[in-house]
């Protein structure tokens, strides 16, 4: 049986576009009509920004605007609380404000990793007992500095490591 089309999200090459796809792939979102479509093959709209969502012919721009729609319409986000809806919209903004502007800075990598490493150290996700949004974001956002930490910084913080490695 065929899924009606519940929303389209349109991407162009950025890092931000490309995350968005792989949420959509990680939430099995394809499997409820959400579906991908690519700027360039989009020849009866061009959008003022991307990476921009259609839902009922209304527009929505924003990463995290758009990161908590999909993770609301996937089913390991179904029975989220508000409170853990909050902790989520939390840790996505804790990816752009915190995280996103640390680039090459030491000092403020060794502060991120402190800080998720403390916040790891009796859980294993950052909200909840199973991977959500946050986890996603997070680890997305961390992706190029975890790749490039030492094996000895790895050690120092276990928690993290435990947490990306999963």
Sequence with gaps: MATDKLATLVIGDSK???????????FKLS????TVQLQRDSKKI??????????????????NAIAKFLAANSSSHSSKSEIEW???????????????SIKLDNAKIQSVL?????????????????????????YLGLHPIAGSISVETRERYNHFSRWFDQ
């Design 16 to 26: 931000a576009d490309a995350e968005l796809k792989e949420m959509i792939d990680f």
């Design 31 to 34: 499997d409820k009509g959400i």
């Design 46 to 63: 061009q959008f003022e920004k991307l990476p921009c969502l259609i839902v009922n012919g209304k527009l929505v721009y924003q990463y």
């Design 86 to 100: 909050n902790q989520i919209w939390q840790y996505l903004e804790y990816r752009f404000t915190d995280i996103q």
């Design 114 to 138: 402190t800080e998720i490493n403390s916040i790891l150290a009796n859980k294993t996700f950052l909200v909840g007992y199973a991977q959500s949004l946050a986890d996603i974001a997070l």
